[in-house]
């Protein structure tokens, strides 16, 4: 018995097309760690501080409401970002001067002006934020998408920070490492890491997000070893 032919219909053709569509490329960190991660910058212009708040404490949360002093004229629904005091960072290996790590703690918006006083709301935290926190303008930051294959360049470095200067970095932790621009670094650019004591031990892996022109932020795709301050970074196999 002779078997008839499927017939295409609109439905199944569709179905066909759906499944031939290529996923999309997904970012290569999160919205908030992006953001969050901030860079390594030579000057921290500020636009104003955080100076207190109506309920006289000085650690706040999300949709706290907090005064701020700036510096220019603000209009409520104006907002910024709220960051740690910048650290000056040194370099671990030549002792240089590398720049000033930018924090990002959260974002705050201008609410209203009330007794001399100019009242603000915090819409989005990333780590605590304190009295003495500073601001700077609010620009709008998606994270990048970089297609695969990744670059692995022939382009050697140091680690020279981490965010929260924490000594001790693992897997999904972000570090800062002194090569940029002007060395080749391209965003998505993956390097093995490898710690330097009396031998030469791989660490783990990094992958590049962030590109400024002499210093990048990446982030720790593998790591078999604590990844620190002074960890040389090397071609990926």
Request: hydrophobic share 40%; glycine share 8%; no cysteine.
């Given at each position: 018995m002779i078997e008839p032919k499927?017939?295409?219909?609109?439905?199944?053709?569709?179905?066909?097309?759906?499944?031939?569509?290529?996923?999309?490329?997904?970012?290569?960190?999160?919205?908030?760690?992006?953001?969050?991660?901030?860079?390594?910058?030579?000057?921290?212009?500020?636009?104003?501080?955080?100076?207190?708040?109506?309920?006289?404490?000085?650690?706040?949360?999300?949709?706290?409401l907090i005064y701020v002093m700036t510096g220019g004229q603000v209009s409520p629904g104006d907002k910024f970002y709220i960051l740690k005091q910048p650290t000056l960072i040194i370099h671990p290996v030549t002792n240089a001067r590398v720049g000033y790590l930018v924090d990002v703690a959260g974002v705050a918006e201008i609410?209203?002006?009330?007794?001399?006083?100019?009242?603000?709301?915090?819409?989005?935290?990333?780590?605590?934020?304190?009295?003495?926190?500073?601001?700077?303008?609010?620009?709008?930051?998606?994270?990048?998408?970089?297609?695969?294959?990744?670059?692995?360049?022939?382009?050697?470095?140091?680690?020279?920070?981490?965010?929260?200067?924490?000594?001790?970095?693992?897997?999904?932790?972000?570090?800062?490492?002194?090569?940029?621009?002007?060395?080749?670094?391209?965003v998505g650019d993956v390097f093995r890491t490898v710690f330097i004591g009396k031998q030469k031990v791989p660490s783990g892996a990094i992958q590049v997000f962030t590109v400024g022109q002499t210093t990048s932020a990446a982030i720790v795709r593998e790591s078999t070893i604590s990844i620190i301050p002074g960890t040389m970074i090397m071609q990926a196999e």
């Amino acid at each position: 018995m002779i078997e008839p032919k499927a017939t295409k219909t609109p439905a199944t053709e569709a179905i066909q097309r759906v499944e031939a569509t290529p996923a999309p490329e997904k970012p290569l960190v999160s919205t908030n760690l992006y953001i969050a991660s901030g860079h390594i910058a030579d000057t921290v212009p500020t636009a104003g501080k955080i100076t207190g708040s109506p309920t006289m404490r000085t650690l706040f949360g999300n949709l706290d409401l907090i005064y701020v002093m700036t510096g220019g004229q603000v209009s409520p629904g104006d907002k910024f970002y709220i960051l740690k005091q910048p650290t000056l960072i040194i370099h671990p290996v030549t002792n240089a001067r590398v720049g000033y790590l930018v924090d990002v703690a959260g974002v705050a918006e201008i609410r209203k002006f009330e007794f001399g006083e100019t009242v603000a709301q915090i819409l989005t935290t990333y780590r605590d934020i304190m009295t003495g926190d500073v601001l700077v303008p609010y620009s709008e930051m998606a994270p990048p998408v970089v297609s695969k294959p990744y670059r692995k360049p022939d382009i050697k470095g140091y680690i020279v920070a981490a965010r929260s200067l924490t000594e001790n970095n693992g897997l999904f932790d972000v570090v800062y490492i002194d090569r940029g621009n002007k060395d080749g670094i391209e965003v998505g650019d993956v390097f093995r890491t490898v710690f330097i004591g009396k031998q030469k031990v791989p660490s783990g892996a990094i992958q590049v997000f962030t590109v400024g022109q002499t210093t990048s932020a990446a982030i720790v795709r593998e790591s078999t070893i604590s990844i620190i301050p002074g960890t040389m970074i090397m071609q990926a196999e």
